[in-house]
């Protein structure tokens, strides 16, 4: 019982720290477009739908959703 409640303190917790942590995300993906976008125009409509797909799973609140497919996008800008 005891693991179960630090379990749901731990889940509620989280939760605004996944919501602050999208806008930082969306921020380092604009703040990488604009100075060094990707060369190839596969991988920068890649990088710009998965970071419109952050900003939709943001908005609609799933934000665990949203903190992995901005960290997809990322990984594209950095590889």
């Known amino acids: 019982m005891k693991r179960l409640t630090l ?3 731990a889940a509620v917790i989280s939760t605004p720290l996944f919501a ?3 806008p930082a995300d969306m ?3 604009d703040a990488q477009l604009q100075s060094n976008p990707p ?3 596969a991988v920068l409509e890649q990088v710009q739908s998965l970071r419109a ?3 939709e799973l ?9 903190v992995e497919v901005l960290g997809q996008a990322m990984e594209l800008l950095e590889g």
């Open 53 to 55: 797909e952050g900003q």
């Open 58 to 66: 943001h908005e609609a609140g799933k934000h665990g959703q949203s």
């Open 27 to 29: 921020a380092k993906i």
């Open 7 to 9: 379990f749901f303190a």
């Open 20 to 22: 602050m942590h999208c």
């Open 39 to 41: 060369s190839d125009p």
